[in-house]
């Protein structure tokens, strides 16, 4: 998710039909300069280089759990061909997610750390000396256990993904200048090393003296590992 925002200018964005790197590539109406959905950069036109800013969001989650932390949620219904988006009951992408391509032209691209059509948290933390370090987290690492604490650099980072309601978050661990360490308990919650509990899709402090707080989240995405290791072929790999 971007911001539409750029330079003190407000863009509207559309889908080009282009490709590039295996992905689809948006467009601005109002420059026509094309941008990857992916980096949220322009590759071409007259905003070249320019970048979009990330914004943090849940990539994907159950609406059952959703709506339960969020019941005021407004849902936005997009139509296609006369009929809602989700109601059409079906995937239009559901063979080339159970197919071994490895990208939308069935190219081959391989990064051997991990199985092309492995799914993976990407996640990109600024460093202090001004880059950006990159990690991916292998869903298979949250098969036993839906929280993963870690260190980036010198960012501490609790990794959350839920294999049932598919909820992902990226916080940093850090609250009050403190590295707390998360331990899972039920549904979405989370224990600290302090005794504080806390929800995991909201990010919020459930108990203790700093119920109400909420954990600073990061921007994070569910991905294809061949697809971010195309993008960011710097990134490492989180090994339990």
């Known amino acids: 998710m971007y911001s539409r925002d750029l330079d003190g200018k407000t863009y509207t964005f559309g889908v080009s039909g282009k490709l ?7 467009y601005d109406h109002q420059t026509r300069s094309l941008w990857s959905h992916i980096t ?3 590759i071409q036109g007259p905003l070249k280089g320019k970048r979009l800013k990330l914004l943090v969001s849940m990539p994907q989650i159950a609406w059952k759990t959703w709506k339960t932390n969020y019941p005021n949620t407004s849902v936005l219904s997009i139509s296609f061909r ?7 009951g079906r995937d239009s992408y559901e ?7 490895t990208g939308v032209s069935g190219m081959e691209y391989t990064d051997s750390r991990l199985p092309n059509k492995s799914l993976v948290i990407g996640v990109q933390v ?6 950006t370090q990159f990690r991916a987290y292998p869903l298979t690492n949250f098969a036993e256990t839906a929280v993963i604490n870690d260190m980036l650099g010198d960012v501490p980072l609790l990794i959350f993904h ?4 598919f909820a992902t978050a990226v916080f940093k661990r850090d609250v009050t200048e403190d590295a707390r360490t998360f331990s899972p308990q039920e549904g979405n919650f989370v224990a600290d090393n302090t005794g504080t509990r806390w929800n995991l899709v909201t990010g919020e402090a459930a108990s203790g003296k700093e119920k109400g707080t909420r954990l600073e989240r990061l921007p994070a995405i569910n991905i294809y590992w061949f697809a971010w290791a195309r993008y960011y072929p710097q ?3 989180y090994r339990q």
């Open 20 to 26: 590039w790197r295996d992905a689809l590539l948006m």
């Open 40 to 42: 949220g950069e322009a």
């Open 82 to 88: 006369g009929q809602m988006i989700e109601s059409l």
């Open 95 to 101: 063979r080339y997610h159970t197919s071994q391509d």
């Open 126 to 131: 600024p460093a202090k000396n001004g880059t």
């Open 162 to 165: 839920d294999k049932t309601s």
């Open 235 to 237: 990134t490492t790999v």
